[in-house]
């Protein structure tokens, strides 16, 4: 969401000491707070459900002093993965620990590391007149990443499964989508299924305010969870920023590249990014690939390893064994060299094909080298799966000379950045929108097609 977030002014609560909120959250900031919901100020008096710096997710009721705070023990800071969160506030509850209750995935926490309940039938921020947030503190703090099937039910205390269940097929836990729940007075349900679309899904009419910016509707869900790129994969040589829930990638000095979150190690797969001319440098000094190495995560280029594939833009060559980390060196897979591609606001795409082991790449729709991953003509050898360092391969891409470079890539979720894709281009099985024209056999990288491909 970035700096985008929503926000509606509450009237008389069903319930001021009673209420759940339930919300679908995939992390892209790892660092800093990162708040999903708030209620009130951000210093004086709240109620607010927020990840902090370590990926402790924090409960606090404060209206007057701290009267009541859950902190988890627990460190969430995977970016790959769609975290369920359900919060309970039930002041007026007989029990002390059953007052202010967090769920994580359908199984309530247990272990926490602040683990103070409020007294008897304290007020919580469920006030006339007060403001809930999604995706911000008042001071201008954002959630980062993306956010599905958020519930505010006014009045009530419902537990995790009154939202989410296991899947019978994959075992995971995923979202009801029309859970059998009662709102009350300031509840709502924000469902984020369309991003122009604001309205509340509860019924009770408590639609919302868009601030900041604007809602990006993905494909990515809890119930199929889309490759993104890989925040977590640090390296001191150079510095990465990550934005529009993990889709783009920007670094800034050193070579060391970055990887996809999802590895694959049989199928089709295929990806585009979008290398934008106005939010990079360097002459095109910019490498697409594939990566399966241990060695890579050094200050080494894209290709370095015989397990690593990295195309380098400028000047056409696919580089593998770059042990010289030189822009020609190494086991060079090219026969054509492009070069003189100066105008790097264009659009990419990689082909991975593991089961016959190649890969192409693409440029604006035409396939590099008169290549036709659809036929299996053409393209680049690349080592099997089977032996690389990893045993699997994930996507990649890196800079050389250490310049500054913005990557925007699709898994299929449909844009690069916000800006759409501009095509209703599926694969095979109708999950991934693309830009252009998916390869016959080729899939987008999600849960529903590693289910049954990879």
């Given at each position: 969401m970035a700096t985008t977030y929503l926000t509606r002014t509450l009237g008389t609560p069903t319930d001021n000491l009673k209420w759940t909120f339930s919300a679908w959250i995939k992390r892209s900031a790892i660092t800093g707070d990162n708040p999903v919901m708030s209620i009130g100020g951000d210093t004086s008096a709240y109620t607010r459900i927020n990840f902090n710096g370590n990926g402790q997710i924090e409960f606090d009721n404060k209206p007057s002093g701290f009267e009541g705070r859950k902190m988890t023990s627990g460190y969430h800071r995977d970016p790959a993965a769609w975290y369920h969160v359900v919060v309970i506030y039930d002041s007026a509850n007989a029990t002390p620990g059953d007052r202010m209750i967090i769920y994580i995935n359908g199984s309530r926490v247990t272990a926490f590391g602040t683990d103070a309940d409020p007294d008897a039938s304290t007020a919580s921020g469920n006030t006339s007149g007060q403001t809930v947030r999604l995706g911000i503190l008042d001071t201008g703090t954002y959630f980062s990443g993306a956010m599905a099937h958020a519930h505010f039910c006014d009045g009530q205390a419902y537990a995790a499964s009154n939202f989410g269940e296991t899947d019978s097929t994959s075992g995971i836990w995923i979202p009801i989508t029309s859970p059998s729940v009662t709102y009350g007075n300031n509840g709502f349900f924000a469902k984020f299924a369309d991003g122009a679309t604001l309205t509340d899904s509860s019924g009770e009419g408590n639609n919302f305010t868009?601030?900041?910016?604007?809602?990006?509707?993905?494909?990515?869900?809890?119930?199929?969870?889309?490759?993104?790129?890989?925040?977590?994969?640090?390296?001191?040589?150079?510095?990465?920023?990550?934005?529009?829930?993990?889709?783009?990638?920007?670094?800034?000095?050193?070579?060391?590249?970055?990887?996809?979150?999802?590895?694959?190690?049989?199928?089709?797969?295929?990806?585009?990014?979008?290398?934008?001319?106005?939010?990079?440098?360097?002459?095109?000094?910019?490498?697409?690939?594939?990566?399966?190495?241990?060695?890579?995560?050094?200050?080494?280029?894209?290709?370095?390893?015989?397990?690593?594939?990295?195309?380098?833009?400028?000047?056409?060559?696919?580089?593998?064994?770059?042990?010289?980390?030189?822009?020609?060196?190494?086991?060079?897979?090219?026969?054509?060299?492009?070069?003189?591609?100066?105008?790097?606001?264009?659009?990419?795409?990689?082909?991975?094909?593991?089961?016959?082991?190649?890969?192409?790449?693409?440029?604006?729709?035409?396939?590099?080298?008169?290549?036709?991953?659809?036929?299996?003509?053409?393209?680049?050898?690349?080592?099997?799966?089977?032996?690389?360092?990893?045993?699997?391969?994930?996507?990649?891409?890196?800079?050389?000379?250490?310049?500054?470079?913005?990557?925007?890539?699709?898994?299929?979720?449909?844009?690069?950045?916000?800006?759409?894709a501009g095509a209703t281009n599926a694969d095979s099985d109708g999950y991934g929108v693309f830009k252009y024209s998916v390869p016959t056999g080729f899939k987008a990288l999600c849960t529903a097609q590693l289910a049954t491909y990879g």
């Open positions: 868009l601030g900041g910016g604007t809602v990006t509707a993905l494909k990515d869900s809890p119930d199929n969870n889309f490759c993104t790129m890989n925040p977590l994969e640090k390296n001191t040589n150079n510095t990465q920023t990550f934005s529009n829930a993990n889709n783009t990638a920007v670094i800034t000095a050193g070579y060391a590249p970055i990887g996809s979150t999802m590895s694959v190690s049989k199928g089709k797969w295929y990806a585009e990014c979008h290398i934008d001319s106005t939010a990079s440098s360097g002459d095109l000094n910019i490498m697409l690939g594939i990566n399966g190495s241990y060695n890579d995560p050094g200050n080494n280029t894209l290709g370095y390893s015989a397990s690593a594939y990295g195309y380098y833009l400028y000047n056409g060559y696919m580089l593998n064994t770059n042990t010289s980390n030189s822009n020609t060196g190494g086991t060079q897979y090219v026969t054509s060299p492009g070069g003189g591609i100066v105008d790097d606001n264009k659009y990419w795409a990689l082909a991975l094909d593991c089961d016959n082991n190649k890969l192409y790449v693409r440029l604006d729709g035409t396939w590099l080298e008169s290549a036709n991953p659809s036929s299996g003509t053409g393209g680049y050898s690349i080592t099997a799966p089977a032996s690389t360092d990893w045993g699997c391969y994930r996507f990649a891409n890196g800079v050389y000379f250490g310049n500054t470079n913005t990557f925007k890539w699709n898994f299929g979720n449909g844009f690069f950045g916000t800006t759409s």
